[in-house]
């Protein structure tokens, strides 16, 4: 199957999933459609059937849609409104991810995993959105950590081969990072340039979302 194929496949699908959503309120089924295309975007054939697959029915699609967004049932005296549940609110979200961004400024450790815990909690953002988020700052200081560490063990090295020849251990070159370098590096791009960029690249994936 090759990318036209793909491309077909993916169309179909939208066009059966507009269809579907010809009852549900416009700003709602467009956010869904967007999110579903991001999903099929850019993969193969033999992949958009298998996603497709696990998407299932675009008419259950709608359902599902229809009934979260039904308007509440009136107040009586057996059935209270319920009220909004705080952690799908737009503020909770902002909340959260301001407090991912920043919130170790003012409580080291603690203040990130409290953002962390509030993001998880916000319904605002998809599953894959809060993975990145609290994840991928660790992976940029694993990979600042793992390409330093050859420049250190190179440098650790010749220090033991001086000492071992010659029996004094010769001055540490400048331009090597030492275990301390690699550390404080990791720490400063962590918490300065690191979290607050997953932070802010929540807000940003925020816009235009609201509570259903």
């Not at 953002?125 to 988020?133: I, L, M, S």
């Not at 650790?156 to 590096?185: K, R």
Request: net charge negative; no cysteine.
């Amino acid at each position: 199957m090759t990318a036209t194929d793909a491309n077909r496949l993916r169309d179909e699908y939208l066009g059966r999933l507009d269809a579907a959503m010809g009852q549900v309120p416009h700003g709602i089924a467009a956010e869904v459609r967007a999110g579903i295309e991001e999903e099929l975007a850019g993969l193969d054939a033999a992949t958009v059937v298998d996603r497709i697959a696990q998407l299932g029915d675009p008419a259950a699609i709608a359902r599902a849609v229809r009934d979260e967004t039904a308007p509440p049932v009136r107040a009586t005296a057996d059935a209270p409104t319920p009220k909004p549940v705080a952690t799908s609110t737009r503020g909770f979200a902002i909340g959260a991810a301001l407090t991912l961004a920043f919130g170790g400024f003012l409580i080291p450790i603690a203040g990130w995993i409290v953002g962390a815990v509030l993001v998880g909690l916000s319904s605002l953002w998809r599953g894959w959105e809060k993975t990145v988020a609290i994840v991928v700052p660790f992976l940029v200081i694993a990979v600042v950590v793992l390409g330093g560490l050859p420049a250190w063990a190179v440098s650790t090295s010749s220090e033991v081969e001086a000492v071992e020849v010659g029996g004094d251990a010769i001055a540490s070159n400048p331009l090597m990072p030492t275990a301390y370098d690699i550390a404080w590096t990791s720490i400063v791009l962590l918490v300065v340039l690191a979290v607050p960029a997953s932070g802010l690249w929540l807000l940003w994936r925020l816009r235009g979302r609201a509570r259903a």
